[in-house]
Structure formats: C-alpha cells, structure tokens
C-alpha cells in the first residue's frame, strides 16, 4: 500500500483538499449536531416536566380527595402527546394513585421503579425518558407524577441531522474534490508534466525535450520556463561536452596509438640495439677467428680494423702513419720482390679512392725476413648514399700456394710427358693387338680351314674303305674344327666389341628383339616356346651392339629352357633409381646363385658341354657391350627354376662417340645385317657374324 | 689347257687352299679351266699379259678371278688395284676370298672395286657350297661384260 508521501502530487492535493474541508466539515456538523441534541433533550426535559406540573397540578384535587377515576381522566388527556409512553401518579407515600398507558396492552405491572425520597428527577433508559416531579399543594407534597415519553422524536430528529450533515458532506466533498481538480489542473498538472519531462531528461539523457508551458503567469510558469531555459542550456552544455569528449577521445586513441608506437619503437630500438651488439660481438669474433687479413681504413687512411691474422701474415699491427708511408713500413714489393710497391696503387689506397682492385705483392719487413706473398683484394667501404668513407682489404698468404703451383706445374709437365709416353706405348700395343686380332682371324682359321676340309674329303671321298674306329675319329676331327672355329669367331667378336665405336642412336629396341626372335626361330622349331615380349621404349643405344646382345641373351634362353616341355621367355622392362632396366626371363634350368660371379668371364660356363653346348664367350661379349654403354649387367636365378638376365644401358662412354672414328665399313655391316637371314650369296659373307652370334645355342 | 681359255683365274699362295677348292670346284664340275696363281705377281703376269705370259691376249680375260688376299710379294689388294685401275680389266669380275674378316679389309675391297667379298667359312660344307655357288653364279648365270668390243663367250665348263 502506497503511503500518502509516496502519492503523486495530484493525488495529494486532491487528498489533502478533501481530507481538509471533510475533517472541517465534519467537526462543524458534529459541533452542531452536538448543540442540537443537548439543546433538544434539554427541551424535552422541560415540556416533560411542563407536561408532569400540568397534571400534578390538575390531579391535586383527585388526591386530595382520593379520587383516583379523576386523576386517571387527566392523566388520559395526555393522549394528545403521542410520544408519552405511560404517565402515573402517585401518593406521597408512594402509592400509585392512577395509571396511564398509551399501549393499553402494557397496562399490566411495568411500572417504573422510583428511586426513594427522589421526587424530582430525570433518566434516560432504553430509548425513554422518565421524569418525576413531586406534586405539591400549599407547599406540602401531596403526591408525585411520573412521565415516560420514548425518544422516538429525538431520534428522529437525530436522523435527520445526520442526513442531513451526510448531504452536506457529500456536496461539499464533491466541491473539495471539484475544486481539487481545478487546482490540480493548475498546479499539478505541469508540475506532473515537469517530472514527466526531468524524467525523460534524467532517463534518456534527452536534452532535446522540453516542458509544456502553461497558459498562467504564476510561480509554475516561471519555473517550466526556468528549467526549459535549463534545459537549453544543459543541452548546449551536453553538446558542446559530447563534442569535446569525442574530441578527447579521439585524442586519447591518437595518443594511445603513439603511446604503443613509441612503446613499439622502443622495444624495436632495444631489439635492435641487442641485435647490433650481437653482431658486433660476432663480427668481431669472425674478425678474430679468420685466417685471412683483414685491414680497415677510414677515408684519411687511419687503420680503424686490423684483425690478429693481418698481425700474422704481415709481421706488424696498425701504426698510425700515412698511407704514403704504406709500402716502407710494412715492406711491400711488387712482385720483383725489390721494387717498392707504389704507395698510391696499393689496393687499400685504391679502395679509399673508391676503386676495387686486387694485387699480388711480396711483403719483407723487420719482422718478416723471409718475406711473405700475399694476394690482396679491395673494395671501398661505401654509405648508403655511395659516399666512399673508407676501404677495406682481405689478404692471404700465398707463399705456400705459390710453391705449390709451382710444384703443380713441374707435376703436370711431368705428368704430360708421361702420359704421351704412355699414348705411344699405348697406340703401339693397340697397334700391336690389332695386328694379332688380324693375324688369328686370319692366320689361325686358314690351318683349321684346312684340318676341317682335308678331313672331310678323307672321310667323303675314303670314308667307306675305313674301319668304323678311324671314320669317327674324322668325325672327332671335324667337330673339334667345328667349335675351334666358333670359338675364334667369338673370341675375335670379342675383341671387336672392344674396338668398335659405339655409336649411339634412338633405336626401337622391339624391331630388335623382333628381329633376333625371328632369326632364332630355327632353333625354337618344334618346341613349345612362349614369348612374352613387352612394349619396351626406344633406347639410346648402339643398334648393332645391342642386338648382339639380345641375339645371345635370347639364344641363351632358347638353349637352357630347351629340357622343358613348355618354355617361357619374358622381356619385362621397369624404372628403378631413374634407369631402364631391361629383364629378360625364363623357365629353364638356371643356374646356382654362388657361381654368378663367373658368369661373364671369358671360357666360364656353369654347364657341361654335353648338357648345353657353348664356348663361354657369349656372356663376356654381352657384359663388354653392356659397359661400353655404361650401363650394368647381372642375373638372378635358382637351379631348375630359371634365370633372369637384366641389364641396363646407362650413360654411353662420350669418348666412343666421335663420328670421324666410324669406319665406313660399319656402315656397310650394318646394312648386310637385316639380310642374313635370306638364303642368298650375302648370307654366306656373314656366317662368321652369325655363328658369333648363334654361338651360344648351336 | 691353253692359257686363253681360262674360266677362273685362282689366285692363292696357300696350296692347302688352293687343293680345298679345287676340290670344291670340281665337285661342280668347275674345275676344268682354272688357272693357278700362287702370288700376286703371277696373277698380274697373267692378267697383263707380261712376263711367262707375254703371248696371252687380252681377248680373252678370266671369267672370274678368285683372290685371296694375304700373299707374299704382292698382295690381293694390290692386284685387285691394279685389275681395276686399269682399262683393260677392270670389267673382270674379282671375287676377294680370304680368312680374314677384318671389316677394313672389306672396306677397302669394295672401295677399289671388288665385285664380291667372300670369307672362307671354317666348315668345308660350307666352303664347298660357297664355292660352288660362286662358280654357278659368275661362270653361269652371270652374263659376262663386253671384252674389247665383243660379247666374251659364255662357254659351259667342262
């Protein structure tokens, strides 16, 4: 419940206004009312008494002679006042001498009681009055009237009044609270309005706003217009204060934000500091710990960095002399080792007059008497701007590099001279195997052609007139011829490996293949043979070389994997390590891996002769091929389970490339060779290539 | 047989050689009109018509010479340069037929002009069917050039 101070104002005038004339109103009333009624009993105690003379009067005679029918006739005129309830006489013993009723039903025994020896009195008593007045005659009492009236009338009366001061109340409440309403109007209103508007104002921190005013000229008026005025002016204020703190704010982030700058700065400064120091330190320790001289100058050529090694290599420290002086006091020469080395053309000097240079001198001084060489270079130490404010040189010791040198030289004359010894040597033994090769080509199958001829037309032509035994050994003769030829065909192919030039070109290394598959056909005749042949990429290779090579790695397969009643031969090819490795695979007899080492010798075989026929040639002219390209050769196999030969082509040798060294009749070989297999006269010009090349099946 | 009528002008110093294909060429029936020079020098008498064989024509030059190549004195190079540097036989065919096979040895046959270059196989087989060969094709199926302005008769050997 709201307390009448926590009342708005409107309500508290209104309050106030009603509560004051009420309470006026009210006390006026009462006050009159109050009047009214005491006024009014003290009325009726009159006319009662009045009333009770009366009768006593009248009825003196009817007590005087005990004539109560008579007193009862007066007593019954008081019919007239209706508001007199019973009226009784009585003696002055006490007696009751006559009786009246207004109700005749009351008659029976409801006398009122009174009060000993009191003959003159009044009480009131459940809504009556009961007066008693004595009856006197001639000064003696001859009796007493009692009266009862109700107070019907003074209630009435009483009723009245009150409604009628209820009435009044009422309008004059409803004045008050008119009245009230005006006033409010007029003093609450814009007061309640004011507050409206200081609240928004407190609320909203809304300047902007502003009081109604009021038509009236009074105090109110003033004070809307006052705080309006107020208002205006705190509006002013408040803007010109939120101008001022934007501005100050905004100087406070400048602030801030150079305040972090310079804190940055500072910090940058330190780091930077730090960093310089450090960089001191190690130039200083690089400076120290270099073997090589190291002299600063400014550019009036004082000595600002003179490191330890400078100290060693030239025998003295900086001195602070000019730098004409230079050459004298530490003893540079040109390389005549006499003639002082001109002071302006040292290299430092020249650095200062912002040349770079580079020098060789000879130093010999006090400390130094056997004199050093040393190689200086010079640059100019330059601002930023390109202001020469200095030079500097780095120098070294030579002397032990120039003995070197020269030692150096004397080798390599030495080694020159030796070398085209050797060259000669070297030509004459080439020369030397050449002339051998050609005298075994030719001098070694001459007899052999001969043994092999005479033998066969011994057994042809005489062969029936001999006994069995010698007829086989003409046969033994002629097989031994047989394989004698092969052999120094293989060996003299083998040597020709050696001294053919490689030449290198892109060859489609599966025309090669396909061309050896065919010429080995004869031999895969009547055998099941499975080739399995991969697209294999072109190769820089040697054409006719490498289809040596996978003539006899082919005829190799053919022959070990001739026990086995389905043969499988694979040429596979994969990358590893950024090389072709070319396999070439099958599923014959193999071989043990702990031979492998032997496998490419010359005259090594891993089987006998009367399993696999061969001369052990074959796979020595395959591995020389194979290292003439540079490339690597090696086999992997398990007895009875096959072997895989895989090679790779490498770098060539570049030596073998020259083209002038080709000898035409290379070229004419090389033409020959798609025509062996053709049964014609040229066939015959190449038997001895061929069975090269088949050597190792036949 | 007289000197003008030779087929075959077998140039060898090795008499196993020449015994081999002689035997070779008879088998064919080939071997009757061979003429046998054990060296180079013989063979360039007997081509040019000089020294023992100063009475021999140039009408009738050798159907075919076979030469081998290494010979004392001179050698089958030699003859063969000289059989074909010069006007009057260079049209002879000459077949080189040697051991070696020495790939500059063929080379420089072909360069001076040789007709064919044969390497004696190893194998008698082989070297008689060579030979055999050579015989057929030159004597028989080749038709021989015009010498000295008429056909040379091709003459069956027997």
Known sequence: ???????????????????????????????????????????????LSIQAQIVGSNSISALLFNDPGSAEKTLSALEAAPHIEYASIYTPDGQLFAAYWRDPGHRAGLLPSIPAAQTKIHWFEDRQITVVR???????????????????????????????????????????????????????????????????????????????????????????????????????????????????????????????????????????????????????SVLDSMEEGLVAADEHGNFIIWNPAAIKILGLGAAKISSQEWSTHYGLFLADTVTPFPPEQTPLARAIRGEVSTAEMFVRNAELDQGVWIEASASPLKEENGTVRGGVVAFRDITQRRADEREIRKLNEELEERVAQRTVQLEAANHELEAFTYSVSHDLRAPLRHIGGFSKILSE?????????????????????????????????????????????????????????????????????????????SAECDPILIKQVFQNLLANALKFTRTRERAAIEISQRQENGEMVIAIGDNGVGFNMKYKDKLFGVFQRLHRAEDFEGTGIG?????????????????????????????????????????EDVKPEDAKLENAKPDEAKPTVIRAIEVGTKSAAAGAQV | ?????????????????????????????????????????????????????????????????????????????????????????KTIPVVLMTSSREERDMASGYDLGVNSYIQKPVDFGEFRNVVKLLGLYWLVTNRPPIANGKPAVAKQGR
């Open chain 1, 1 to 47: 419940m709201l307390r009448f101070r926590d009342y708005s104002i409107a309500k508290k005038l209104t309050s106030m206004n009603m509560l004051v004339s009420g309470t006026a109103l009210l006390l006026a009333v009462a006050a009159f009312v109050a009047h009214e009624l005491i006024t009014f009993r003290k009325t009726l105690v009159a006319n």
């Open chain 1, 134 to 284: 004595p009856i006197v005659f001639q000064g003696k009492p001859a009796g007493m009237v009692c009266i009862r009236s109700d107070l019907r009338e003074w209630t009435e009366r009483l009723q009245r009044y009150a409604a009628i001061a209820a009435g009044v109340m009422l309008v004059s409440l409803m004045a008050a609270w008119l009245t009230s309403s005006v006033i409010r109007r007029a003093i609450a209103d814009p007061i309640v309005r004011l507050a409206e508007t200081a609240r928004i104002v407190s609320s909203h921190k809304n300047y902007s706003v502003r009081a109604p005013l009021t038509s009236n000229r009074d105090e109110l008026a003033g004070l809307i217009a006052t705080f309006n005025e107020m208002l205006a002016q705190i509006q002013q204020r408040d803007t010109a204060l939120q101008f001022e703190i934007e501005e100050r704010t905004q100087a406070e982030e400048q602030l801030t934000g150079q305040a972090e700058e310079l804190s940055r700065q500072a910090k940058e400064l330190l780091r930077s500091q730090q960093a310089l120091e450090n960089q001191k330190l190690m130039l200083q």
């Open chain 1, 461 to 537: 032509d005489f062969g029936s007139g001999m006994p069995p035994e010698a007829q086989s050994h003409l046969q033994r003769i002629e097989d031994g011829v047989h394989r004698m030829g092969l052999l120094v065909d293989e060996l003299l192919n083998l040597a020709r490996v050696g001294r053919h030039a490689l030449r290198l070109q892109g060859t489609r290394l599966n025309s090669v293949i396909e061309e050896v598959v065919s010429l080995l056909q004869p031999e895969a005749e009547g055998r099941n043979v499975a080739w399995k042949i991969a697209d294999l990429p």
């Open chain 1, 619 to 659: 796979l020595a002219t395959v591995q020389r091929i194979i290292r003439k390209h540079g490339g690597r050769i090696w086999a992997e196999a398990e007895l009875d389970k096959g072997a895989t030969f895989c090679f790779t082509l490498g770098a060539a040798e570049s030596t073998q490339v020259k083209l």
């Open chain 2, 1 to 89: 047989m007289k000197p003008d009528e030779v087929d075959i002008l077998l140039v060898d110093d090795s008499q196993d050689d020449v015994d081999l294909t002689l035997h070779a060429l008879r088998t064919e029936n080939l071997a009757n009109r061979v003429f046998i020079a054990r060296d180079g020098e013989e063979a360039l008498d007997f081509l040019f018509c000089s020294g023992p064989h100063a009475q021999r024509s140039f009408d009738h030059p050798p159907k075919l010479v076979l030469l081998d190549l290494k010979m004392p004195k001179v050698d089958g190079m030699q003859v063969l340069k000289q059989i074909k540097g010069d006007e009057r036989t």
